[in-house]
RNA sequence: GGAGAGAUGGCAGAGUUGGUUGAAUGCACCGGUCUUGAAAACCGGCAAGGAUUCACGUCCUUCCAGGGUUCGAAUCCCUGUCUCUCCGCCA
């Protein structure tokens, strides 16, 4: 969330941040309860102070023997307007925080300014040797690829779970997991990270700290009996790993990643890209999160960039980078960028990965703080996170990419000896 | 699912006949004295959030969380969460 003394402070400067985003303007609203809020305090606080003397007294009255009824009849009924008082400023209160909840980060400045996906920028893009974007035969598509090779049943999933729940078969189970394990041996052995295997499930406390909810409430699966929800990305529970503490600057960065299934509801979407992988309900993802200083923040997310791309790079695999402008950003991003991998067969770019910069808005939210080694000081630090990358998509764009004339699946090279097979089909 | 024990500051650990305890003591940490330097010893400092103030400061809140009793609660009552021990069940 926005600090409060942000909004309070530069209230044109945070609407115009939101306006940007195309996100709802509740500044005013805010602006009003905070006052409210402030006031109330003040006059609740000056009732507790003349309480807490006076109680003190008591004390020493009924030490020294004396009558102090007289004063215990009087602070009853101050105690009584504090409690009403109390009352009113605890609606206030959560009024103001709800309101704050609803607010989105500011894009930074150097997000570029734009209304939708149409006004993202391209920063690169990277294509194999030998690449070109004419296919030199008829490319069958990833659904017909993995029903002719026996390695992807989708209607099976849709008959045990629902559509968009994919099932992965033999060969194609095998390839998924060879993936999963070279991207995360990679970022583990070559990037520093430090694996996490989190649970999958999340409270109500993790989807608010990260910035999931209140707004993406229907995009989520609920458990409602237990209070917990499957989580969307690993960044929740990844980045909820610190809620609530004080890390030491020395020990920034901290840098995980990890795997995990990842849950989608996709309410609203049915129809657009539904096609296979393309829109799913359930997918694995391998996820980067760091948490860092803030003046470093935007060097570390240009490294979550490159580490994503150097993945796709080793598999030969084309994609782009796309800046996002502040009208695709999502709710808690100040910058982000999408890379996406080229599908020969749907002749479209897919988005495989997602690396954005939260500043101190998920920080905030769940209060990560480090202490600065100089002064001693707490501030709230930086936190990132970057697919590295989601397999569904890059799945679709791995075997259309490999696939030969013959309708087979060459296993690229640097999966070879996680797969221990070099070609299916 | 049943029975019991516990949750105090960065850590350890006092405090449960309610009253100047935001909290003893030790450790850690920071500053100083001493020392050629270090250690030891000694002295001093050392929570977070909020309101107010140009500032110094003043005040409020916080002893797992949320309610309650009371003029006043770390201390009493209720609920929840988590941890530990035991029984049952299950992978």
Same mark, same amino acid.
């Given at each position: 969330?926005?600090?409060?003394?942000?909004? @309070? %402070?530069?209230?044109?400067?945070?609407? !115009?941040?939101? &306006?940007?985003?195309?996100?709802?303007?509740?500044?005013?609203?805010?602006?009003?309860?905070? *006052?409210?809020?402030?006031?109330?305090?003040?006059?609740?606080?000056?009732?507790?102070?003349?309480?807490?003397?006076?109680? !003190?007294?008591?004390?020493?009255?009924?030490?020294?023997?004396?009558?102090?009824?007289?004063?215990?009849?009087?602070? #009853?009924?101050?105690?009584?307007?504090?409690?009403?008082?109390?009352?009113?400023?605890?609606?206030?209160?959560?009024?103001?925080?709800?309101?704050?909840?609803?607010?989105?980060?500011?894009?930074?400045?150097?997000?570029? =300014?734009?209304?939708?996906?149409?006004?993202?920028?391209?920063?690169?893009?990277?294509?194999?040797? #030998?690449?070109?974007?004419?296919?030199?035969?008829?490319?069958?598509?990833?659904?017909?690829?993995?029903?002719?090779?026996?390695?992807?049943?989708?209607?099976?999933?849709?008959?045990?779970?629902?559509?968009?729940?994919?099932? $992965?078969?033999?060969?194609?189970?095998?390839?998924?997991?060879?993936?999963?394990?070279?991207?995360?041996?990679?970022?583990?052995?070559?990037?520093?990270?430090?694996?996490?295997?989190?649970?999958?499930?999340?409270?109500? %406390?993790?989807?608010?700290?990260?910035? !999931?909810?209140?707004?993406?409430?229907?995009?989520?699966?609920? /458990?409602?009996?237990?209070?917990?929800?499957?989580?969307?990305?690993?960044?929740?529970?990844?980045?909820?790993?610190?809620?609530?503490?004080?890390?030491?600057?020395?020990?920034?960065? =901290?840098?995980?990643?990890?795997?995990?299934?990842?849950?989608?509801?996709?309410?609203? &979407? +049915?129809?657009?890209?539904?096609? #296979?992988?393309? @829109?799913?309900?359930?997918?694995?993802?391998?996820?980067?999160?760091?948490?860092?200083?803030?003046?470093?923040?935007? !060097? %570390?997310?240009?490294?979550?960039?490159? $580490?994503?791309?150097?993945?796709?790079? *080793?598999?030969?695999?084309?994609?782009? =980078?796309?800046?996002? /402008?502040?009208?695709?950003?999502?709710?808690?991003?100040?910058? /982000?960028?999408? =890379?996406?991998?080229?599908?020969?067969?749907?002749?479209?770019?897919?988005?495989?990965?997602? /690396?954005?910069?939260?500043?101190?808005?998920?920080? @905030?939210?769940?209060?990560? @703080? $480090?202490?600065?080694?100089?002064?001693?000081?707490?501030?709230?630090?930086?936190?990132?996170?970057?697919?590295?990358?989601?397999?569904?998509?890059?799945?679709?764009?791995?075997?259309?990419?490999?696939?030969?004339?013959?309708?087979?699946?060459?296993?690229?090279?640097?999966?070879?000896? +996680?797969?221990?097979?070099?070609?299916?089909?």
């Amino acid at each position: 969330m926005l600090d409060i003394k942000l909004i @309070r %402070e530069n209230p044109e400067l945070v609407k !115009q941040g939101i &306006s940007n985003k195309n996100e709802k303007d509740t500044v005013d609203e805010i602006l009003a309860a905070d *006052k409210e809020r402030r006031e109330l305090v003040a006059k609740v606080e000056e009732l507790k102070a003349k309480k807490n003397k006076v109680s !003190q007294e008591v004390g020493k009255l009924k030490k020294a023997g004396e009558d102090a009824s007289d004063i215990i009849a009087e602070m #009853g009924k101050v105690a009584n307007e504090v409690k009403e008082l109390d009352e009113k400023l605890r609606e206030v209160e959560d009024k103001l925080n709800e309101l704050l909840m609803w607010v989105p980060n500011l894009p930074n400045k150097n997000t570029p =300014i734009g209304k939708s996906a149409d006004d993202n920028i391209e920063t690169k893009q990277w294509l194999p040797e #030998g690449f070109n974007f004419e296919n030199d035969f008829e490319k069958m598509d990833h659904v017909e690829l993995g029903k002719k090779l026996n390695i992807l049943d989708f209607e099976r999933g849709a008959k045990i779970s629902g559509s968009g729940f994919p099932v $992965y078969v033999g060969k194609g189970a095998t390839l998924e997991r060879a993936l999963i394990n070279y991207m995360l041996d990679l970022h583990i052995n070559e990037h520093g990270f430090t694996e996490i295997l989190p649970p999958f499930m999340v409270n109500a %406390e993790s989807m608010r700290g990260t910035g !999931q909810l209140p707004k993406m409430a229907d995009d989520m699966y609920t /458990c409602e009996k237990d209070g917990v929800y499957p989580i969307p990305t690993a960044e929740v529970p990844i980045t909820n790993l610190h809620r609530k503490e004080v890390l030491e600057e020395k020990d920034l960065p =901290i840098n995980y990643v990890g795997y995990s299934a990842c849950f989608r509801r996709e309410a609203g &979407s +049915y129809g657009k890209d539904s096609k #296979g992988f393309l @829109r799913v309900h359930q997918f694995n993802k391998i996820e980067m999160v760091k948490f860092v200083k803030p003046e470093t923040s935007y !060097q %570390e997310l240009d490294k979550l960039v490159d $580490y994503a791309t150097e993945i796709l790079e *080793k598999l030969k695999i084309p994609y782009r =980078i796309l800046q996002l /402008c502040s009208g695709d950003l999502s709710f808690a991003a100040a910058m /982000c960028f999408d =890379i996406e991998t080229w599908s020969p067969a749907e002749n479209k770019w897919l988005e495989a990965s997602s /690396c954005s910069n939260f500043e101190d808005f998920q920080a @905030r939210r769940a209060s990560i @703080r $480090y202490r600065k080694t100089e002064d001693k000081k707490l501030d709230f630090l930086h936190t990132l996170n970057g697919s590295g990358l989601a397999t569904s998509r890059l799945m679709v764009s791995l075997l259309e990419n490999y696939q030969t004339p013959e309708g087979k699946i060459i296993v690229p090279e640097v999966l070879q000896k +996680y797969t221990g097979f070099k070609i299916i089909g």
